[in-house]
């Protein structure tokens, strides 16, 4: 344990005692959220992404220790375990390393190597390893052995050549040493299956593809796999061995074995048997072990950029607590409409026809009208799906009409509401309402509040990954969880408003404590203080203490519940407010009174520094929503699909997904188009997430429009040189864009409800020096789109 310890203290370069007391803290039941908020004194401060870490840090540590204990348990039975051989085992740094030293001592079938060895030939692979003087032949023929199927020298030579083999390909040191080469050294080729060249073309970027194995990012590697997946490419992984020359793997290990061609009797047989050492048993399953780390790597990657995107979009600005009504468009089967209140509850639901085939345009308005009079509506959610912009065209129309309602427009992603509407979850909600009505009271909840509907919907099902169905899905879920659990609980949760979906989420809950509170709320009316949460069925002394400040309790008995200040804290509070000579309720939101506080007055054996700093704070503002001002993008009248576009555009949008190769932004036309990495700011940057994130809004302008192929080329490399009069250039009238540009500079920090993202296929644009293309494969790289083509050149022109 304490190896572990210092590993990860090491890895997150603080000091061991940090990681030893946040790990004992995590092992008595606490969860991140609270120790990163509750418990910076005794983890010294950690935060939530370290401690992130160290939870799934210490999980797969423990899981090599467990490992370790099982492979020395084996050794030490077959009566193998050495000092030395302990040693090594316990050195062991990976998973690989440890199975490395185990695979010659690992159970397995007999093989050839081991037939021999049972026939006595064992010495004369010794022997002619330990001098290549001798003939093999000669010395073939002392180890006859016709009863056990040695009958002749070629069969003799044959069983030697096996146990060197099988020594060499087990060797620990030249395994890792080789493992290590072809990672540095190595390249992947890819090339189209015959005959699949069809079928195929959303992998044509990759029907000539190669690259050093090193340097392939996530999205590249991930669409490798699939292709390979898909029967669609072909994968090779090798380095680059000039016609002729010798494999430098054989080198390799023709070295560690000192086996050279001196012109000695057996120099010639010892260097076949390297060859095939390496043909037979180490390319293949150093080649595994390779693709294997690849993909481990890849994954990884993308599950971090999942759950970035995911973060971003939960803490999306809500519109707040406002009448809204949500429209779920649809053609044929017309718009469903619902109608939410300020507290999110339904409060009437219609179905209108206003597009193809019953174009019921001036009656459609008319019902939204009458609805939104009614009701006193604020807001209208549109959901971004089918008849998405003809919809978004009807509202504008409402708008205009009836400039009396005082109504608003947003169109936001719908990703997910379908899941939503035919869950369990949805179904107790709203047990007598049509699936496609959930739908729209989803779309118009998400607008008020995204964090609060979007906690009801598999993470998985919301739309902000790349290659996610091809993920780790365990792994996956266990990431995008711990978003969701920190996002909940950086808001904090209103108890007498949340759905036990929410309430699930929050630290020290689950759904069945959840389902407890929202019934104890309805059996006796809404919480008038925290001490209440108590009387909850099994909510006990350790839950409450997990939970409570992450939950609030609005205009309740007591001022501090509807804060993050923690009930273990309260009566340091009162000690404040009693010192300063002020009532309590006039210190709480008292920003002029506080701010002229000094912590370090405060500070007691219990209450360290960090903690009564988070306190002022929190008195200050009690209660602060952490989220940015809810602001929206305008999409362009006239623009409505694929075919309006036209190069030079300058648009709106709202970033939609973020991958590690750039930006997908909704534009208003079904498809979002890709602002590629170097395309989205005039400087170098490494990663996307530097300039944007998920619900960002932009401007954009098109640069090129592939309609074949349903792909957008952008760029947010507006400089002033660029903006010609004859680019469609704006109104005077500044975009919300411009507006937020002018207050918070050129990132956008505050962000609408994003739109879900539809990634288009990646194009490659490889920077480094490639492997030497086969003969024969020319011809499939001139696949490649135009617009690729394109990026290809605006990446050469960046790099001149």
Known sequence: MQSILSRIATELAVQEQQVATAVALLDEGSTVPFIARYRKEKTGGLDDTQLRYLETRLGSLRELEKRRETVLHSIREQGKLTADLEQQVLQAQTRTELEDIYLPYKPKRRTKAMIAREAGIQPLADALLANPQLDPETEAAKYLNPALEFADTKTVLDGARQILMEDFAENPELSGSLREYLWEQGGMESSVVEGKETEGQKFADYFAYNEALSK????????????RNEGILDLKLDVTVAEGATHPCEEKIAKAFNIYDQGRAADRWLLDTVRWTWKVKLHSRLSTDLNLRLREQAEAEAIRVFAANLKDLLLAAPAGARATMGLDPGLRTGVKVAVVDATGKLLDFATIYPHVPKKQWDQSIATLADICAKYHVDLISIGNGTASRETDQ?????????PELNLSKVVVSEAGASVYSASELAAKEFPLL??????????ARRLQDPLAELVKIDPKSIGVGQYQHDLNQPELARSLDAVV?????????????????LLARVSGLNSGIAENIVEYRNDNGAFRNRNQLKKVSRLGAKTFEQAAGFLRIRDGEYPLDASAVHPEAYTLVEQIAAVNRHPLQELVGNSELVSSLKPTDYVTEQFGLPTIRDILTELEKPGRDPRPEFVTATFRDGVNELIDLEAGMILEGVVTNVANFGAFVDIGVHQDGLVHISQLTNKF?????????????????????????????????????????????????????QKHAQKFGNREERRPQPHSAKPAADRRVDNRKPMPKKSGKDAASATNSAMGDALAAAMAKMRK
């Open 434 to 443: 049509d699936v496609s009505i959930r739908g729209a009271v989803s779309i």
């Open 216 to 227: 392939i990012p996530s999205h590249r590697a991930l669409a490798l796999f699939r292709g």
């Open 685 to 737: 940057i490494k990663d996307p997430r530097e300039v944007v994130r998920t619900g960002d809004v932009v401007k954009v302008r098109v640069e090129e429009v592939d309609v074949q192929r349903k792909r957008i080329a952008l760029t947010m490399r507006l400089e002033p040189a660029e903006q010609k009069p004859n680019q469609h250039a704006e109104s005077s009238e500044p975009s919300a864009v």
């Open 485 to 501: 659990e920190d996002c909940v609980n950086a808001v904090g949760v209103d108890v007498n408003m949340a759905s036990a979906a």
């Open 394 to 402: 009807l509202a504008g129309d409402l708008i205009s009409r009836h």
